[in-house]
């Protein structure tokens, strides 16, 4: 092990990226957080079309049209009952891992896709909106889930120098989704009147392919050992997943874990919750996670269309405008896998988003000041993917043991689905009562999350779960430390106030045999 150390970091990164990793990387990606970037903006170009369907139901069915209010309503619960199904899902995301493993609840759900396009596809002949709303719901069950479920097990097969470049895998093909849909959007496409319920069932596709893939793949090695205790599948998977590295050595990384943790059950979240040496860690999840959708970037993949129309954008050239920011969210996110950016590094997006409230109301009076205004929220799109786009859910990963984890996954999964809904819900509102200073708000949120990242949460790059776990344990001041030395590897200490280890746990020496 000792001439790894002597190994630059970049070469080391390469030939531990097998192409077992990779795949299932993207297969992963492709059929699940594609799907979530696919269905923020799937809404977006045909919302004409689907108002106008939700209209002549009702004239239909009653006699008498919907009253704009009324349409607008409808119309943001059909964007938002997205971020409901999200919510859900990631409420039960604990309980899926635990009992079908990581691997096997990504390919169990892509079951709700299926369902879901077979309702919105279906929609239309059916005269029912309903459909529509329901398949909106169920498709956002199936987010939720894979938002959790796929940085999980990405975060958990990954070595740990390439946690970081697979756990932001996701994050590019949910920009790749979000451009899909602009792309399909476009009327040359599927963004004709007869095409929309095609539009929004197209979904199923990926997922297809996902589910004749993955079952192949092998499933988290860490979750085989810790949670199953079945040491010959574990080695299995690491062969699988590993090339030229020391598996023995990572799998007594593991049974350290699974040491530490054998007197502990998986905790619910109410007893996280009230862990006290796991607080700064969940308030951290909290803080990232409410601060990610708080942002508004969520509500710009809604309502770009209707952004760039309140910009004075000439409405041929708003579906390619919209298509434009798509491709800056892809090499945003490609940006911000090469740079290695430092966890959540949003203040790029708080003084984009203050320049967007301050120059996106002048245009009617200045021609190119709408132009300004495609360039802010352009900014904003590639601020967050160069910084907080992804984050939230691979630092959940890091930041927790295996105990804490699913717990942690619905605490912030449930807190960003919350404020998502809350954003796509009365955006439209805010914007018809505040209009561009809508955008203060945002920007406030985005330089207090900003603040407490650069303050509290450390750097996590090529550490293990422990060792960050007893990082944030210095958060703290230890009211009463004695050591006792057994043998040359173990230090009993004993620990008052916050940590990552319990008050009375084996801390290794990093003379261990291990590290060595």
């Not at 080391?12 to 990387?25: D, E, G, H, K």
């Not at 390919?107 to 709303?133: D, W």
Request: aromatic share 12%.
């Amino acid at each position: 092990m000792a001439e790894e150390h002597l190994i630059p970091p970049s070469d080391r990164i390469t030939s531990q990226l097998t192409a077992s990793l990779l795949a299932v990387a993207f297969l992963t990606s492709f059929g699940s957080s594609m799907l979530y970037g696919y269905n923020l903006a799937v809404v977006n170009s045909p919302a004409g079309y689907i108002k106008d369907f939700y209209n002549k139901t009702m004239i239909n069915r009653t006699g008498a049209a919907l009253t704009e209010e009324t349409l607008t309503i409808i119309y943001s619960l059909t964007v938002s009952i997205f971020a409901i199904g999200g919510l859900l899902g990631s409420l039960i995301v604990g309980m899926l891992v635990t009992r079908f493993g990581r691997k096997g609840t990504v390919v169990k759900t892509t079951m709700l896709v299926f369902i879901a396009g077979s309702l919105m596809g279906f929609s239309r002949i059916c005269k029912s909106p309903e459909m529509v709303i329901i398949g909106r719901f169920i498709t956002g069950i199936h987010s939720g889930i894979s938002l959790s479920v796929v940085p999980m097990y990405l975060g958990e097969i990954a070595p740990k120098s390439l946690r970081g470049f697979l756990g932001l895998v996701p994050c590019i093909f949910i920009s790749t989704g979000v451009f899909l849909a602009q792309i399909l959007g476009l009327h040359e496409l599927l963004g004709k009147e007869e095409y929309w319920p095609l539009f929004l069932s197209v979904v199923v596709v990926p997922t297809f392919v996902q589910l004749m893939l993955l079952p192949w793949f092998p499933e988290s090695p860490r979750y085989l050992l810790i949670e199953k205790d079945n040491i010959h599948a574990t080695i299995t998977a690491l062969k699988w997943y590993r090339a030229n590295c020391n598996i023995q050595a990572e799998i007594e990384e593991m049974q350290e874990e699974q040491r530490s943790l054998s007197t502990l059950e998986t905790l619910s979240v109410w007893k996280l919750v009230r862990d006290d040496t796991v607080r700064w860690q969940v308030l951290s999840v909290v803080v990232i996670n409410i601060g990610m959708q708080l942002s508004s970037i969520d509500a710009i993949w809604f309502y770009t269309n209707d952004i760039f129309e309140n910009a004075g954008i000439p409405p041929p050239e708003i579906p390619y405008t919209t298509a434009g920011t798509g491709i800056i969210e892809i090499v945003a996110a490609l940006v911000g896998v090469n740079l290695k950016i430092r966890v959540f590094n949003i203040d790029v997006c708080v003084w984009i988003f203050i320049a967007s409230s301050r120059f996106i109301s002048p245009q009617a009076q200045l021609s190119f000041m709408r132009y300004i205004s495609v360039c802010c929220v352009i900014g904003i799109i590639a601020g967050f993917c160069i910084g907080p786009a992804g984050v939230p859910f691979l630092i959940t990963a890091e930041l927790f043991k295996q105990s804490h984890r699913p717990a942690a996954y619905i605490i912030g999964g449930s807190l960003n689905w919350v404020s998502n809904f809350t954003v796509g819900f009365i955006f439209p509102f805010m914007q018809m009562s505040a209009g561009a200073y809508s955008y203060l708000v945002f920007a406030t949120v985005c330089f207090s999350v900003a603040i407490y990242v650069y303050f509290i949460i450390p750097e996590t790059k090529n550490k293990t779960f422990m060792e960050i776990s007893q990082m944030f344990s210095r958060k703290q001041p230890i009211m009463d430390t004695q050591g006792l030395i057994l043998g040359d590897q173990l230090q009993l200490k004993k620990m008052n106030g916050y940590g990552g280890l319990e008050n009375a746990s084996l801390d290794f020496n990093s003379s261990s045999s291990y590290r060595n």
